[in-house]
């Protein structure tokens, strides 16, 4: 599968973004999907993730509570939808995808990757 991510940009603290996260080629309802997130100096950190089958959601303590992430099947993405946004949100954003049967938090274990999409928040 490959996978292209969009919809960073610049907010300010306590605004909204969704990320997106489509499939060009395979089907992104056949893999798990996580989202992954690295600010400079620091190492990719797991964000959020949903189960290939059961579309069971997982997400990092920092984030739960104010991000969401969905996938709508007919347009092959998944979303991540991103509120209340604060200044340590800012990073690189990464979505993955795994042909695991459970869902991982370690992005090593994540097999095709999209490119990136950066994500600032001001305060």
């Known amino acids: 599968v490959q996978l292209v991510d969009s919809g960073g940009g610049l907010v300010q603290a306590g605004g909204s973004l969704r990320l997106s996260c489509a499939a060009s080629?395979?089907?992104?309802?056949?893999?798990?999907v996580g989202w992954f997130r690295q600010a400079p100096g620091k190492e990719r950190e797991f964000v959020a993730a949903?189960?290939?089958?059961?579309?069971?959601?997982y997400y990092a303590d920092s984030v739960k509570g104010r991000f969401t992430i969905s996938r709508d099947k007919a347009k092959n993405t998944v979303y991540l939808q991103m509120n209340s946004l604060k200044p340590e949100d800012t990073a690189a954003y990464y979505c993955?995808?795994?042909?695991?049967?459970?869902?991982?938090?370690?992005?090593?274990?994540?097999?095709?990757w999209g490119q990136g999409t950066q994500v600032t928040v001001s305060s």
């Open positions: 993955a995808a795994s042909g695991a049967q459970y869902v991982d938090t370690e992005a090593h274990l994540y097999d095709y």
């Open positions: 080629e395979g089907t992104i309802s056949n893999y798990n």
């Open positions: 949903i189960h290939w089958s059961a579309g069971s959601t």
